[in-house]
């Protein structure tokens, strides 16, 4: 059975930093993409970022880009981001997924905060 | 806004059918498939439909996918209130390099 569970969400300041983990089992993490989605308290789903199952490519939303870094440790099957320069904007939950751009199977998802 | 749109809503009564479109643009839904997921509030995401009008293993056959050049599709015949739900559609944009998801629909049983 495929599970995945999220880690490291919370409460930050703007302007701070967190990092979300993902540990991955039941299947073979380093023979799948992974991505990141997120989703908004009352809003829909956003796609945030993939990575490719060797970690040789990455991409983000643009809203992102240049504040979170995706990344995975295929030795310890897990997924990270690593979120910067948070804004009240990036609240939300966070969901660690299998695949590249519409995922077969979800963590229950871990909640970020922004709030001063 | 989202890349991919929904209708943020549609209803129906007990035992009758319901379809959700959902219209995106030939860097998408046009040359990706399509996947469909159902989320009940306060739970994660759950795949219905994958490649197009894929079913995943215990998925009931009332729900069933199709798409037609840059839109797709998703039917839920059968309703149950049990089906009470929201319903997202998405794939991958190949001009933005990046994943899409429609702004989702809420589904009622009337």
């Known amino acids: 059975e495929v599970q995945l569970v999220e880690s490291g969400g919370g409460l930050v300041q703007p302007g701070g930093s967190l990092r979300l983990s993902c540990a991955a089992s039941g299947f073979v993490f380093n023979t799948y993409w992974m991505s990141w989605v997120r989703q908004a308290p009352g809003k829909g789903l956003e796609w945030v970022a993939n990575?490719?199952?060797?970690?040789?490519?990455?991409n983000y939303v643009d809203s992102v880009k240049g504040r979170f870094t995706i990344s995975r440790d295929n030795a310890r099957n897990s997924l990270y981001l690593q979120m910067n320069s948070l804004k009240a904007e990036d609240a939300a939950v966070y969901y660690c997924?299998?695949?590249?751009?519409?995922?077969?199977?979800w963590g229950l998802g871990t909640l970020v905060t922004v709030s001063s | 806004q989202s890349v991919l749109t929904q209708p943020p809503s549609v209803s129906a009564a007990p035992g009758q059918k319901v379809t959700i479109s959902c219209s995106g643009s030939s860097s998408n839904i046009g040359n990706k498939y399509v996947s469909w997921y159902q989320q009940f509030p306060g739970t994660a995401p759950k795949l219905l439909i994958y490649?197009?009008?894929k079913r995943p293993s215990g998925i009931p056959d009332r729900f069933s996918g199709s798409k037609s050049g840059t839109s797709a599709t998703l039917d839920i015949t059968g309703l149950q209130t049990g089906d009470e739900a929201d319903y997202y559609c998405?794939?991958?944009?190949?001009?933005?390099?990046?994943?899409?998801f429609g702004g989702g629909t809420k589904l009622t049983v009337l």
């Open positions: 490649d197009n009008n």
């Open positions: 998405g794939t991958w944009d190949t001009s933005l390099s990046a994943g899409v």
């Open positions: 997924a299998r695949g590249l751009a519409a995922p077969d199977s």
């Open positions: 990575i490719k199952r060797d970690g040789s490519e990455k």
